[in-house]
Structure formats: C-alpha cells, structure tokens
C-alpha cells in the first residue's frame, strides 16, 4: 500500500493561494475566493488531481476545501477520494482556524476533526474514536491553511514565518524562509516565483510562490522516501 500512503501525502500537501490585498473585498482578507486545480504526481508518475476552492461565509467565516481524486494507475484502482475542510477567520491579516475536517475514502477509510474553541482557549481533535485536547495559541491553523498564511505573510514582505500548526496531539511550530527566486514552468505557464522552504527539522515541503499572480503557489512539492508534487493547471477567480 505504499502508493496509497504517498497518494495520501498529496493530499494532505495540497494548499492555497494568495491573490493581490486590492482583490480582496471582505474587511480585512488578503486573500479573494479562487478555485485552483493540480495535477498531482509521484516521483514525475502522475497519479491524480486536486481542485482548492476559497469561499466567503455568510458570517464572517471562510471556507477552504481540498478535493484530491486517484485517477491514474493504483490511485484510481484503489478509489482515493480525500477532502480536508477548513473554517476560519482572518485576524489582522492572518487565518486563524475555526474548524477542520479530513475524510478520506476509498480501500480505508479515515476521518479527523478538529474544532479550535477560542471561548475555552482549547484545541478538541477526533481522530477516529480517539479524542485530544489541548491549549490553544492565537493565530493556530490546520494544516490545511499553511499556504494561506504563507501567502499571506509573502504579501505582508516577510522572508521567515513560523506558524503554529495544530496536530493529532499538540500544536507545532512550523518554521518557513525564502530560500531562492526562481522561475518555475508548470501546466498554468511560466512565472517568476520565490522558493519557500520549511527549515526546522522536518525539512519536507517546498513551495514555489508567483508574486505576479498575488503569492499563487504554482507549485508544492512534499519531500520523503518520495517525492510527491503539485503543479498548477488552471485558475480562475470564485464567489
């Protein structure tokens, strides 16, 4: 099952964009709702693709999905199906999580919820039948938000960010700087893009930023035994 276990990764890599603060017109949001697609691929094998569509709420609250689908060889034998919802809220600029949500379907099936509860100053997470609890920090995400506040500390002309991200048992320090500009060639076109790194000791992403498309991440790739990369094919602005 180890190109289910890889397929998953890319799944849980993928992650959105910024677009320009002028686009923006709901308070103080950087970012304007968008709908993206990958093409997703293993060690250059293609094995899917994945759709990240940023939506306002009624309330005050946005919405990020991520739909990844196996449509080539095993993915696509096996069913893959994942989705990670987040809910959150900009503050001053930044996202801070609401609510996340992972369902993954197919030959297993998993499901992980987390509620940021900001009245009690604490973190619930169910994962599975399991549950944890513990303190929350202002400004905490779901993983699923990394390249939003990425993208949104990009637009604000910071090179180093540490975020702090919310895991099955305790929020972790995420430690990101840009390393290189570097153009990039993907399925959208060719674009002048930062090379953004993680720098602690995971040392397992990398995302290339398009300053010319408001901090648009054309490509994320997810390091390990294997490589797993996202490469943009289109884009288009959303409601």
């Not at 939506?55 to 999905?65: E, I, P, Q, Y």
């Not at 990425?150 to 604000?156: C, D, G």
């Amino acid at each position: 099952m180890n190109v289910l276990r890889v397929f998953l990764v890319a799944a849980l890599a993928a992650a959105p964009l910024g677009v320009p603060a002028s686009a923006a017109s709901s308070g103080n949001a950087p970012i304007a709702p968008f709908h993206l697609e990958y093409v997703t691929s293993r060690n250059g094998t293609m094995l899917g693709h994945t759709t990240l569509d940023l939506s306002r709420n009624g309330d005050g609250t946005w919405t990020l999905r991520s739909d990844t689908n196996g449509t080539e060889g095993l993915a696509s034998l096996l069913g893959i199906h994942v989705t990670e919802t987040s809910h959150f809220r900009w503050q001053a600029g930044k996202p801070a999580s609401v609510s996340y949500e992972y369902v993954q379907d197919g030959i297993k099936s998993r499901k992980r919820s987390i509620v940021f509860d900001a009245d009690n100053a604490q973190i619930d997470v169910m994962d599975g039948s399991k549950r944890h609890e513990y303190a929350l920090q202002p400004e905490s995400i779901d993983r699923n938000l990394v390249s939003v506040a990425l993208a949104a500390a990009l637009a604000q002309g910071d090179r180093e960010m540490t975020i702090p991200v919310a895991t099955k048992r305790m929020l972790k320090p995420q430690h990101y700087k840009i390393v290189a500009d570097e153009p990039v060639k993907v399925p959208a076109g060719s674009w002048d893009s930062v090379r953004v790194e993680r720098i602690d000791a995971d040392k397992d992403m990398t995302i290339w930023f398009a300053k010319s498309l408001g901090w648009l991440p054309v490509r994320i790739q997810k390091a390990g035994h294997n490589t797993v990369t996202l490469d943009l094919i289109s884009m288009k602005a959303s409601r």
